[in-house]
């Protein structure tokens, strides 16, 4: 599919993605290595985390391609099939994870964004979703970070804009913690995310 955005978009479910996944994790590696979430990715844990997404037959993987390169790809899943610790905040608050589709990640390289892709990104994974006829809400997360950080580049802009005028709501009640290397540091870091949720329609 291609659109306005001068590139190509491909989709791929369950065990389609499995083909993509070197291509996604070295995009995730090198984009995640930025403000904010600084990580240093490591293949094998790549490997690990998105074995899930083959394994899973209603999962979804967007590439975006400028001629044969991968320029940026996202991902999503039913949150039932997520790990433990996305799934714990909701199942704290009384929420279905059953009715959960959750928007991973979008990972673009630095010269193709500011050319819509973001928003093209969420119309596939929430179309997907709304396929699937079963979900109730779309939710992502994201990592928080002190305001005062000095490792904050001056000129950084937020996503926030974007998950606003989608309608996702910020939610400080449904919060998670995760572990990662940060580039620079020795060994794995505790970080807190916190949930973005947009009630959902199914087709």
């Given amino acids: 599919m291609s659109g ?4 190509r978009l491909e989709t791929a479910t369950g065990a389609a993605i499995a083909p993509w996944l070197p291509a996604l994790a070295e ?13 240093e990715g490591h293949e ?15 999962s979804v993987v967007v590439l975006a391609f400028d001629g044969e390169r991968v ?5 999503g899943l039913p949150l039932a099939a997520e790990a433990e610790a996305f799934r714990a905040p909701f199942e ?28 093209a990104f969420f119309d596939a994974r929430e179309a997907h979703a709304r396929q699937l006829g079963r979900f109730e809400w779309t939710a992502f997360c994201a990592v928080e970070r002190a305001a005062d950080d ?13 998950w606003g005028r989608r309608g996702y709501v910020r939610r400080d009640d449904l919060r ?3 572990a990662w290397p940060e580039i620079g540091g020795a060994g794995e870091i505790d970080h807190t995310l916190v949930f973005g949720l947009r009630r959902h329609e199914a087709a």
């Avoid at 306005?4 to 590139?7: F, K």
């Avoid at 320029?71 to 991902?75: D, E, Q």
């Avoid at 000095?150 to 974007?162: A, F, I, K, S, W």
């Fill in 4 to 7: 306005a955005l001068g590139l």
């Fill in 27 to 39: 995009l995730r590696i090198a984009v995640f290595r930025e403000w904010p979430y600084l990580y």
């Fill in 44 to 58: 094998a844990y790549e490997a690990e985390y998105l074995g899930v997404y083959p394994a899973t037959p209603d």
């Fill in 71 to 75: 320029v940026g790809a996202t991902s």
């Fill in 92 to 119: 704290a608050a009384g929420m279905d994870v059953a009715r959960v589709f959750y928007l991973a990640e979008s990972v673009v390289r630095p010269e193709y964004r500011g050319r819509g892709l973001g928003a």
């Fill in 150 to 162: 000095p490792r904050r580049p001056v000129d950084h802009r937020g996503n926030e804009g974007l």
């Fill in 176 to 178: 998670c913690r995760l």
